[in-house]
């Protein structure tokens, strides 16, 4: 079993990247393989909305978001990361998830999903709550920790002095290693996803 990190950060090893690290050495500690990768530091534009990867089958803009999609369609797993940018989740790394939801939404349905946040000081929660949007569309379940799943740091240096916050990392692994074996033991025992009702689309305004 494979679970992908993604890290939304403009800084490949920053903050965001030494969370992933530290719930990537858990998930691997218990038998999970696991792949980071980093959307880049060029700026990551959101959905357009122009129905293009509708008809395409892909985004069809490109860039890290198509890059993704093959390892996305391989993993059993998310975690999606990313630092604070004005009190909220970085824009590119919202911009990535939604037009990766609108683009390759299938990819993502009913596999586990965690979000993991860094910061200096604050907007960590409110970045956490942004980021739950796309796992919570698609069906993933969500994996929880001890904690709010956060780091804090000015650098990546930093990070290892957040003793609670790696802590908080590390218990997020196993508990996405354990609920991949609890999936896993369902499948062996013909237990599959339900399907979901859809077609029903209320419009407030008329």
Not at 52 to 68: I, M
Not at 87 to 115: E, I
Not at 159 to 164: G, H, L, N, W
């Amino acid at each position: 079993m494979n679970v992908l990190l993604i890290n939304g950060s403009p800084h490949k090893h920053g903050c965001t990247d030494a969370a992933l690290r530290e719930v990537a050495a858990a998930l691997n500690a218990d038998g999970i393989e696991t792949t980071i990768f980093h959307i880049g530091a060029a700026p990551v534009g959101g959905c357009v909305g122009c129905g293009g990867c509708a008809k395409a089958g892909h985004c069809v803009f490109g860039g890290p978001v198509a890059d993704v999609v093959p390892l996305a369609e391989k993993a059993d797993g998310f975690v999606f990361g990313a630092p604070v940018h004005y009190a909220t989740a970085a824009a590119g790394m919202l911009g990535f998830m939604h037009r990766l939801a609108y683009s390759a939404g299938r990819t993502l349905r009913h596999k586990p999903a965690a979000v993991v946040t860094s910061a200096r000081r604050a907007g960590t929660t409110s970045a956490l709550e942004a980021l739950e949007k796309v796992p919570q569309f698609f069906e993933m379940p969500l994996i929880s920790s001890t904690y709010w799943p956060m780091v804090h740091g000015s650098k990546a240096e930093d990070v290892p002095t957040d003793a609670e916050g790696l802590q908080t990392m590390r218990n997020l692994g196993h508990n996405m290693a354990w609920m991949l074996r609890c999936i896993e033991a369902g499948r062996s025992a013909g237990i599959e996803p339900p399907t979901a009702e859809n077609g029903v689309r209320t419009n407030f305004v008329r």
